[in-house]
């Protein structure tokens, strides 16, 4: 079956980075762009971008733009998000999420989802 | 960006009764070209991510039971259970993916009465 299973919680101090991982299963890698989507503690979804594994082409959303990077690595099928200049609004759990694509589109709602990486800053 | 306005915040509703969420949008996320609406409603229960329930407003996810329904078009939508079970308390959210960013509401809270 599918599955996206993340690196475990991170504790960061603020300035610092984050560079999570997502590893994927049971699917060709390559054949579906990966999100990342964001949870802050007892708030609501915030979508940050996404990664097009057959070429590592990006978006990212303007909120985050020149602070996070996503990319790939296509021989273990894992997918990474690196957040940088981290402050204490960071706090959060970080999801990655595989749209529905066939071979011309994608249909940007998400299933599955990995299980979420806590990736909190404090100082 | 689209923004998504969900009502109420909140909602307890006896088991067995009926409970309706609504979403909203700032634009229409009907695409004319093909008559969908790019509108997906997801399911958090605490501590798990999120969960597809429906997507394209009305057509639920595989394994989804057909007590959750969807519907509505344009800007307005709906997200219906028709007898709720004690497993259904949990978050619920829409999304809209007509545009990037793809943006969600903010979240309802079902609880049991």
């Known amino acids: 079956q599918v599955q996206l299973v993340q690196s475990g919680a991170e504790v960061k101090k603020p300035g610092a980075s984050v560079k999570v991982s997502c590893k994927t299963s049971?699917?060709?890698?390559?054949?579906?762009?990966i999100h990342w989507v964001r949870q802050a503690p007892g708030q609501g979804l915030e979508w940050m971008g996404w990664i097009n594994p057959n070429n590592g082409g990006t978006s990212y959303a303007q909120k985050f733009q020149g602070r996070v990077t996503m990319t790939r690595d296509t021989s273990i099928s894992t997918a990474y998000m690196e957040l940088n200049r981290l402050t204490f609004d960071d706090t959060a759990v970080y999801y990655c999420?595989?749209?529905?694509?066939?071979?011309?589109?994608?249909?940007?709602?998400?299933?599955?989802w990995g299980q979420g990486t806590l990736v909190t800053v404090s100082s | 960006d689209i923004v998504m306005t969900q009502s109420p915040d909140s909602l307890a509703v006896s088991l067995g009764e009926g409970a309706t969420i609504y979403c909203k949008s700032s634009q229409s996320v009907l695409y004319t070209s093909n008559n969908k609406n790019y509108l997906a409603w997801y399911q958090q229960k605490p501590g798990q991510p999120p969960k597809l329930l429906i997507y394209w407003a009305s057509i639920r996810a595989s394994g989804v039971p057909d007590r959750f329904s969807g519907s509505g078009s344009g800007t307005d939508f709906t997200l219906t259970i028709s007898s709720l079970q004690a497993e259904d308390v949990a978050l619920y959210y829409c999304?809209?993916?007509?545009?990037?960013?793809?943006?969600f509401g903010q979240g309802t809270k079902l609880e049991i009465k």
């Open positions: 999420a595989r749209p529905d694509c066939s071979s011309t589109s994608c249909r940007n709602w998400f299933d599955p």
């Open positions: 999304q809209q993916y007509y545009s990037s960013p793809y943006t």
């Open positions: 049971g699917y060709t890698f390559t054949d579906y762009f």
